[in-house]
């Protein structure tokens, strides 16, 4: 079986190919929907040919493509490299190398690789990848976390279709293999229908045709392969996807719409037509995501804990030591001292008491009701409080200090400097892989990680302090029963605001913060009955974010500026993992010269 293809396509060494190998559909088809002609050439390029166990071993080539198409391929080729003189390499369209040249030793079979085979491929290999990384991810949860918090505290084994590794491979693997032949066939079926022949289906039903026949409409009937993600059990995780994924497409439709007009609309010319779009605003931005998103989620940490990021609760109360204050070391061990969601909870007690003032127990030592008796857990806190405070909310946040501002400054000279230098370790290590500009441009990237630093940690620190000192200030200036548990989103609002210092770089970090808060109150307004959870809601959002996305895709590609998600979407749509917009420009470019 072993044989050597030379560059030239000389004779191989070893003895010819069956007859029955080469038409035995079981292995032809197990090699179609494993690898392709050009990738078994690449791998026997690079790694077969290096070994001469596996080059002795391994068919060459032409033995694999015969495999493949049978022997009519295989004449044809030898046809096509006699008519050819020297040319030992055959390459399709996009078969340029990094040079511009065609990649040399390559052979590229157009005809050994059709749609279908090549949807099923790369639909296994997600099937397979998706497997292997949940894996991996749950043996890292289980060493960093522990066995209990990798599981979910439950360790029974689960039957195997109920596996929620296999159902989320299962999901995705299918998502992309129905995506692609419905493309495929809403392509043709347009195709088809525009065809002469198919006039008088027109003309007998032009609505259809219509929608048939609209540029837009592969992409829209291939989006509904997004309902097989229901395959994966209704859990977080399927919530988180579908919100990144809506998310991303309303970016993509934003920029769509922001780019052709849409949004801030034209300059009339002299004439009085519109001659040019209207430039966006200096100040729009996504920070200004952040007041709203804020106020959701510190609204919703006070009121709807189960509801809340637990995650992101933890980062935010880890860096409000001043305001939330950590047991002493002198205190007694008899005494049971608050912690911090009983601090929080004892807040959104008094927001529903209406503010409750404050009786100090050194002014009043023989009254025994100075606290209501939902907020006894924080007498530990208040017992010692200054006799000046006058706000029960004074004393649970700062109780051995009477002034709010300087509580407030105290917090900003405490947590500003060590994120600062944490943040300064972190932009440096990510501009690690970017030696060279450290190298060529010392100064100027010096510049950019400090000033990075210090953005982002003042956006985190005013942040963080405005939450909480919002809660005195209103205290202090809002009547007890005005707006007594709307304040937290308000303060948030305001908190949120800080976000116009880091509105230039911080656009992951806002994004981020949106899709958090979107799924909050998604849950909160369930659980309060504001709405309806529609069963399998997550999964329409996440069909209606894929039809959106191919929409702008279709219509404008570069309103998706990030050139992998173009390549990605392509690949999806199985066009090949390329950029199409940036080859049609270099097209009319090379058209116009």
């Not at 996504?286 to 933890?314: I, N």
Request: glycine residues 8%; hydrophobic residues 40%; aromatic residues 12%.
């Amino acid at each position: 079986m072993a044989s050597r293809a030379g560059p030239s396509g000389s004779r191989s060494a070893g003895p010819p190919v069956s007859a029955s190998s080469t038409t035995d559909p079981v292995l032809r088809n197990a090699l179609r929907y494993t690898i392709s002609a050009r990738e078994y050439a690449l791998l026997h390029k690079y790694v077969i040919s290096r070994s001469r166990v596996l080059k002795k071993r391994a068919p060459t080539v032409d033995t694999v493509t015969k495999m493949m198409e049978g022997e009519s391929t295989g004449q044809r080729q030898r046809a096509g490299s006699a008519s050819g003189g020297n040319k030992s390499a055959t390459t399709a369209k996009g078969g340029k190398n990094k040079d511009g040249g065609k990649e040399k030793g390559v052979v590229e079979h157009t005809g050994a690789d059709d749609y279908n085979a090549r949807a099923v491929r790369h639909s296994l290999r997600v099937f397979v990848a998706t497997g292997a990384l949940m894996k991996l991810w749950g043996l890292a949860q289980g060493k960093l976390l522990g066995k209990g918090a990798a599981t979910g505290g439950d360790n029974k084994k689960q039957p195997l279709h109920k596996s929620g590794t296999l159902r989320l491979s299962l999901s995705l693997s299918t998502i992309l293999l129905m995506y692609r032949l419905l493309f495929r066939f809403f392509t043709r079926l347009r195709a088809h229908l525009l065809d002469p022949s198919a006039k008088p289906f027109r003309v007998r039903n032009p609505r259809t045709a219509g929608m048939l026949t609209s540029p837009y409409a592969p992409a829209v009937g291939a989006s509904l392969a997004g309902l097989v993600l229901g395959v994966y059990p209704s859990q977080q995780l399927r919530m988180s996807i579908a919100v990144y994924v809506a998310f991303r497409a309303l970016e993509f439709g934003w920029n769509c719409a922001e780019e052709n007009g849409m949004v801030w609309g034209w300059e009339k010319g002299v004439n009085g037509k519109p001659d040019r779009m209207r430039a966006r605003p200096w100040w729009w931005g996504s920070w200004m995501l952040q007041p709203l998103a804020f106020g959701q989620l510190l609204h919703a940490v006070v009121f709807d804990r189960d509801c809340f990021p637990k995650s992101y609760g933890d980062f935010i109360f880890k860096h409000s030591t001043t305001y939330l204050h950590p047991k002493p070391d002198e205190f007694p061990l008899s005494i049971k001292w608050p912690k911090t969601y009983e601090i929080v909870d004892s807040l959104a007690e008094m927001a529903r008491l209406n503010w409750p003032a404050f009786i100090s127990p050194t002014l009043f030592p023989g009254k025994e009701d100075t606290l209501p008796a939902a907020l006894t857990s924080i007498a530990p806190l208040t017992s010692g409080a200054h006799p000046l405070i006058t706000s029960l909310s004074c004393a649970t946040l700062h109780p051995s200090d009477p002034s709010c501002t300087r509580t407030f400054l105290t917090f900003w000279l405490r947590s500003f400097p060590p994120l600062t230098r944490f943040l300064l370790l972190a932009y440096s290590v990510m501009v690690l892989p970017k030696f060279k500009a450290l190298y060529n441009f010392p100064v100027s990237t010096l510049r950019y990680i400090i000033s990075r630093a210090l953005r982002t940690s003042a956006f985190a620190t005013g942040s963080i302090a405005t939450a909480w000192s919002s809660i005195c200030f209103f205290q202090s200036w809002f009547p007890r029963t005005f707006l007594s548990t709307q304040r937290f989103f308000l303060g948030g609002f305001l908190a949120g605001f800080w976000a116009f210092i880091e509105r230039k770089r911080g656009r992951p970090a806002f994004i981020y913060s949106a899709k958090l808060s979107v799924d909050s109150l998604w849950k909160v307004g369930v659980k309060r009955r504001w709405w309806r959870a529609m069963k399998g809601g997550d999964v329409w959002v996440f069909v209606l974010a894929l039809m959106l996305t191919g929409v702008v895709y279709e219509r404008d590609a570069r309103a998706i500026k990030e050139a992998n998600w173009r390549k990605g979407i392509s690949w999806v749509r199985g066009e090949g993992f390329r950029d199409w917009s940036v080859e049609e420009d270099e097209e009319e470019d090379e058209g116009r010269e």
